[in-house]
C-alpha cells in the first residue's frame, strides 16, 4: 500500500485502485472492478489473454477519415471487437497487458501456495498470503468473526480520550479514519521527509458526492445510505439502527466533506504547503488531541508538520465535540467494515461489490477469486512478489534499450526548451538545470522491500492483510524527519503503469509497462517511440507542468521563473484546460480542464519530444525511415501512440472518473494531442478545416 498523504506522485492514467481488495489509500479512487464470484478458479482460468499486440492493423478502422476522427481510424475495429468484459468497468489496452500480466502472477502464487517445505522465505510468504485469500470455504466459515476483536475495540469506548487512541488504532492498521496521516516529502528541506496530516476520511469517492444537489448526486448518496445500512445489518444490527447508524455516518462526512478542499484546489502544491509546529496544529485544532493521537501511534517524535490543509482541521474541529460519541463510533464501526469485507465472506463480498464496482463503476460481475488475490498479495507483498515475476519476464537487454530511449527523450526535451519561442533565457537555464537533474528508474527497485518481520500464515485472509498493512504504514511512519529514499518506488514491478515524482524528481517506469502495446522488442523504432517514447516524454513533461514546473531541481517547492514567463506558460496551460473542458465524457458530463491539466499538458508536451526523438533516430539510421505496412514512420508513430489509448469505458465510470481522475479518457488523450500538433497534420495530409485540425492549437512543450 502507498501511504499519501499529499499528492506527490503523478501517474501516466489511473488504472486499478479497487475497494474490494481491501487495499484503502485516503480517498482512493475505484476505477475498477474486480470482486470474487463463486466461481471456482480452476473455470475462470480457462480464458487465457494472449499478450497484446503492438501496432495492430486489424485494431484500425480504416474506413474512417484520420484527419476527422483519428481516435476511430487507430482503434475502432479493436473497441468492436473488445467490449468490456463483465467483470470490468473499463477495458483497454493497460487492462488487456495488466491482465495478461495477472495470469503471469497467478502461475507464479499456484506455484508457490502449495505447501513445500523447501520454498523460500519469499515464496512462503506470498504463497501463504494467496492461500489464505483462496480459502473460500475458510473465508466463508468465519463469516465476520475476524474483525469483531476490532469492532469490540470500537463498542468499548467510552470517552472522548478513548475515541482518538481508537482512531490512532485504526490508522495503525491502514484504515485512515477522520484524516490522514503520515511521512511525506518535506517542501522546503531537500531531500528529507517530514510528518504530514492531511484532509480524509471519506467513503465515497469525492467530496463533490456529499455535496452536490443535481440528481445524480443525490441518487449516490441515497445508494451509499442503502449500502451502509445493508453491511450494518451484516453484522447484524437491526434494520432500524443500521439506518441510524448509516445516517450518522453520512453526517459526519458531510462535515469532513465541506470542509475539505476541492480535488483542482488540491493540485496546487502552495494549498499543499502549510508547515507549522506541532504546537501550533494543537491550538489551530485542539480537539484532535493531536498529542495524544501522536503518542497513540508511536513512531519518531517530531516538532514539525506539514497541514494539508489548514482549513480542514479548523473546520472539522468543533465536529469533534458536537457529533455525539455513539455517531463517531458508528463512523469508526464503518469504516473498520468497508475496510474489512473484502476478505470477509461472502455476503461482505457481495454487498461491497454491489456499490462500489457495480454501481459506481458499472460491472457487470463479480472478478473470478483467483484475480482478486493475485491482486491482493500484488498490493500487499508487491515486492516479494515481484521478486519472481522480473525474474520470468524481464531481462538486461530491455532494460539497455529503454535506457537508450530515455536519453533520446531527455536530449530532445531539452532542445525543445532551447528552441522555445515564449521562455527567456533566464528561465530556460533553470529549466535546463532541472532536465539535467532528472533521473530515472527501470523495471524493478535495486533493494527489495525485507518484509521478513510481517507473519503470514495459511487460513488468515484478514489478519494477514492487517499485518502487511500495518507492517506499511509503520514504514512510512518511520521515514519521519529521515532523508528521502529516493531508491524506493512507488509501484510494484508488474504494475502497468509509470509516475514522475516531483519531490524526487525521477521518472519510474515499472517492468510490467515494459512490454506491447508500449515497448516491443521485434517492433520498428517509429512504433515503440509512439508507444513508451512517448510515455517518457510524458512522465519527464510532468516536471514542467502545472504543478511540477512549481518544483525546483532539487525536488522543492521554489519558484524558478521569471514573472513574465510564469504568464507566458498561464496562457498556454488556460488554452489546454480551455480545451479539454470541451470534451464530453458521458451524457451532461465534460471533463474537467483544469483536473486533468498536468496530463493534458503532459500528453501535449510527450508526443511532441518523442517525435523529436525518432525525427533524429531516422536522420542517423536510414532502416528506421523506411515505410513499413503502407505507412511512413511518422504515420506509424501516431497509429502506434492513439493504439495504446483504445479502450471502452462503461458510462458509469466515464461519470465517475471525469470527477476523480486528473486523466484524460483515452479518446481525448488521442484526439486533444493531435488536433494540436501539426506534424500529425503533415504525416496525414490534413487540411485546415478538418476535426483533427485544430483552428486555435494549444502549446506548451
Ligand atoms: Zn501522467
Redesign the pocket.
Known sequence: MRLQPVLSV???GTLAATAQTGTVTPNAVSTESDTASAAPAAAASETTIARPKSFDLSAMDKTANPCEDFYQYACGNWRKNNPIPADQARWGRFNELAEYNRQILHAILEKASASDPKRSPVMQKVGDMYQSCMDEAAVNAKGAAPVKQDLDRIAAIANKDQLIEAVAHLHSLGIPALFAFGSAPDLHSAGMEMANVAQGGLGLPDRDYYLGQDAKSQETRQKYLEHMTNMFVLLGDSPDTAKKEAQAVMDIETKLADAAFERVKMRDPKNRDHKMKVTELATLAPNFEFARFFGARGGPSFTDINVVPPDFFQKVNPVIDSVALDDWKSYLRWHTIRTAAPMLSQPFVEENFNFQDKYLNGAKELQPRWKRCVQTTDRLLGEALGQPYVQETFGADGKQRMLKMVNALEAALGDDIRELDWMTPATKKQAEVKLQAISNKIGYPDNWRDYSTVKIVRGDLLGNAQRARAFEVKRNLSKIGRPLDKKEWGMTPPTVNAY?NPPENNINFPAGILQPPFFDKSADDAVNFGGIGVVIG??LT?GFDDQGSKFAADGTFTNWWTDADRQEFDKRTTCVADEYSGFVAVEDVHLNGRLTL??NT?DNGGIHIALMALRKAMAEDAKIAQTKEGFTPEQRFFIGFAQVWCENRTPESSRLLAKTDP?SPGQYRVIGTVQNNADFAKAFNCKAGQKMVSASACHVW
Open positions: 503523478i501517474l501516466l514522475y510524458h512522465e510532468h498536468g496530463e503532459a486523466h
